[in-house]
């Protein structure tokens, strides 16, 4: 399996303007989760790992993923509350019931908004309290190293993690979306990643002098 990296937070997935029951961030705990075809899975990691981003796919993809999980999980139910006896094991069996419900009703309401456009976006909104956390986590990882890879920059420019840390709020997020990407996306490198930072420190740059874009590239 390719490695996966994703920040998370608190928060529930906002599908199409709406808000999916809690356990819709939990469909790896399904236990049919290594029989599911490798882009089902992918769509349901990318349904939970949203957090501070707009993820968006073909809603006739996305009805299929939802009519294939749908199945297995009917096929499965018993099976369902026993896995997830496991992860919650002080929840009652009523509760359990509950949550396999709640898998369900994240299943209607996502095919419910895909029948109606022909594409689907989600997220989870960022909160100011996961977006300190992370950023720390992201700017000692850019400088430090991680998974023991040597880290992008050795000497990095002072004042590196103050222009991240005065970046505007969205800027910040875009920036902790390239850096997650350039970790699981093979055809996206840490190099790739850099341009992306410059980039972004360029805007900033020429947005604080008044120059235009394009004046900064001159």
């Given at each position: 399996?390719?490695?996966?990296?994703?920040?998370?937070?608190?928060?529930?997935?906002?599908?199409?303007?709406?808000?999916?029951?809690?356990?819709?961030?939990?469909?790896?705990?399904?236990?049919?989760?290594?029989?599911?075809?490798?882009?089902?899975?992918?769509?349901?990691?990318?349904?939970?790992?949203?957090?501070?981003?707009?993820?968006?796919?073909?809603?006739?993809?996305?009805?299929?993923?939802?009519?294939?999980?749908?199945?297995?999980?009917?096929?499965?139910?018993?099976?369902?509350?026993?896995?997830?006896?496991?992860?919650?094991?002080?929840?009652?069996?009523?509760?359990?019931g509950e949550m396999v419900?709640?898998?369900?009703?994240?299943?209607?309401?996502?095919?419910?908004?895909?029948?109606?456009?022909?594409?689907?976006?989600?997220?989870?909104?960022?909160?100011?309290?996961?977006?300190?956390?992370?950023?720390?986590?992201?700017?000692?990882?850019?400088?430090?190293?991680?998974?023991?890879?040597?880290?992008?920059?050795r000497d990095l420019a002072?004042?590196?993690?103050?222009?991240?840390?005065?970046?505007?709020?969205?800027?910040?997020?875009?920036?902790?979306?390239?850096?997650?990407?350039?970790?699981?996306?093979?055809?996206?490198?840490?190099?790739?990643?850099?341009?992306?930072?410059?980039?972004?420190?360029?805007?900033?740059?020429?947005?604080?002098?008044?120059?235009?874009?394009?004046?900064?590239?001159?």
């Amino acid at each position: 399996m390719s490695r996966r990296v994703d920040f998370v937070g608190k928060g529930p997935i906002i599908f199409e303007g709406r808000e999916l029951p809690e356990l819709a961030k939990g469909f790896e705990l399904v236990p049919f989760w290594e029989k599911l075809p490798p882009d089902t899975r992918d769509w349901l990691m990318d349904l939970h790992y949203c957090w501070g981003r707009t993820r968006r796919h073909g809603s006739r993809r996305i009805l299929r993923h939802v009519k294939l999980v749908r199945q297995k999980l009917n096929e499965e139910h018993a099976n369902a509350t026993e896995r997830l006896r496991l992860r919650f094991p002080e929840a009652t069996e009523a509760e359990l019931g509950e949550m396999v419900a709640d898998w369900h009703k994240s299943l209607d309401l996502i095919e419910a908004y895909a029948q109606r456009t022909k594409t689907c976006e989600w997220t989870i909104v960022a909160q100011d309290e996961s977006l300190e956390g992370n950023l720390k986590l992201a700017i000692k990882w850019y400088r430090d190293g991680v998974f023991g890879a040597p880290p992008l920059v050795r000497d990095l420019a002072p004042g590196f993690e103050f222009r991240i840390r005065s970046l505007p709020r969205e800027e910040q997020l875009e920036w902790l979306a390239s850096f997650t990407d350039s970790l699981t996306k093979k055809e996206t490198s840490w190099q790739r990643l850099w341009k992306q930072t410059r980039r972004l420190f360029c805007r900033r740059t020429a947005s604080d002098s008044g120059d235009s874009p394009q004046e900064s590239r001159a």
